[in-house]
């Protein structure tokens, strides 16, 4: 099963940018849709944006749209999350996610441990 490890993260202005970054174990990471998923503090888990195995589909929630675009190297076996035009709204901590197959759907299979991004106003 694939692991994944979050970076990225940190503190940064509203209106500012920030990538994150979502590296994978294993050698079947381009069998896998991926996920970017977030959590604020007394908030419910929530989705922000997802990509299909090769990249030729991708999925964002609506408040994130425009600002915020996820791509994939299966070649460095990693996921991305461009985040531009930050708010501090989008504080929270990222996780990201992965299933197994060509469709990013819950249940995912594995999870990240996640990285804190903080938008200060």
């Known amino acids: 099963q694939v692991q994944l490890v979050e970076s990225g993260g940190g503190l940064v202005q509203a209106g500012g940018s920030l990538r994150l970054s979502c590296a994978a174990s294993?050698?079947?990471?381009?069998?896998?849709?991926l996920a970017w998923f977030r959590q604020a503090p007394g908030k419910e888990r929530e989705f922000v944006a997802a990509?299909?195995?090769?990249?030729?589909?991708?999925y964002y929630t609506d408040s994130v749209k425009g600002r915020f675009t996820i791509s994939r190297d299966n070649a460095k076996n990693t996921m991305y999350l461009q985040m531009n035009r930050l708010k501090p709204e989008d504080t929270a901590g990222y996780y990201c996610a992965a299933k197994m197959g060509l469709v990013p759907s819950p249940p995912y299979d594995a999870w990240g441990q996640g990285t804190q991004v903080t938008v200060s106003s």
């Open positions: 990509i299909s195995w090769g990249g030729g589909s991708t």
């Open positions: 294993g050698r079947t990471f381009s069998s896998y849709a």
